[in-house]
T-cell receptor, first 109, second 117 residues
Framework: GENVEQHPSTLSVQEGDSAVIKCTYS??????FPWYKQELGKGPQLIID?????GEKKDQRIAVTLNKTAKHFSLHITETQPEDSAVYFC????????FGKGTTLSVSS | SQTIHQWPATLVQPVGSPLSLECTVE??????LYWYRQAAGRGLQLLFY??????ISSEVPQNLSASRPQDRQFILSSKKLLLSDSGFYLC????????????????FGEGSRLTVL
């Protein structure tokens, strides 16, 4: 089955800096790669996703890149703000979503 | 609009006791339903998913079970809890396939925090 590895497990940045989180997946049949943000005590929420026929997707300060040959995808957050502090999960799917272990992002002002 | 309800929000149970967590979805029909567990340092682990009434797929062998007695109801159960069952349990739903394409997005409930003592 699918296995998703996510790095780093924790990331601390200064407000205004960029943050990058990377994930690799094992199943070449996976074709959907979302990113979720989880705030304390709440369920995760989708922030951006990409499908296997697209290499890059951007939504304001958030972008995701996908390299199907290398089986890795990344989340890029520019101009980070304190409210970006949360746990971020990547996932890969052909049928049901398999998630990475999460990255705790801390943005200090 | 669609909503997902999950209860109870918190639960403290002794080892060996039974468990029942319930999840219902409103405002949609024939959703895909999921149970995930979130334990410290282990991310979101898929436990069960269901594409229809009575159809349950298990991803991880364990002492938990799931049932879908109605279209928009998903129940997570155990006959005898273990200490290792402690964690944050999340129910989720998705639209599933629309026009041959898996829309993908999962909508999560607020979670149920289970502590087994």
């Amino acid at each position: 089955g699918e296995n998703v590895e996510q790095h780093p497990s924790t990331l601390s940045v200064q407000e205004g800096d960029s943050a990058v989180i990377k994930c690799t997946y094992s199943d070449s049949a996976s074709n959907y790669f979302p990113w979720y943000k989880q705030e304390l005590g709440k369920g995760p929420q989708l922030i951006i996703d990409i499908r296997s026929n697209v290499g890059e997707k951007k939504d304001q300060r958030i972008a995701v890149t996908l390299n199907k040959t290398a089986k890795h995808f990344s989340l890029h957050i520019t101009e980070t703000q304190p409210e970006d502090s949360a746990v971020y999960f990547c996932a890969a799917s052909q049928t049901a979503l398999i998630f990475g272990k999460g990255t705790t992002l801390s943005v200090s002002s | 609009s669609q909503t997902i309800h999950q209860w109870p929000a918190t639960l403290v149970q002794p080892v060996g006791s039974p468990l029942s967590l319930e999840c219902t979805v409103e405002g949609t029909s024939n959703p895909n339903l999921y149970w995930y567990r979130q334990a410290a340092g282990r991310g979101l682990q898929l436990l069960f998913y269901s594409v229809g009434i009575g159809q349950i797929s298990s991803e991880v062998p364990q002492n938990l079970s799931a049932s879908r007695p109605q279209d928009r109801q998903f129940i997570l159960s155990s006959k005898k809890l273990l200490l290792s069952d402690s964690g944050f349990y999340l129910c989720a739903w998705s639209v599933g396939y629309v026009a041959g394409v898996d829309t993908g997005e999962l909508f999560f409930g607020e979670g149920s925090r289970l502590t087994v003592l």
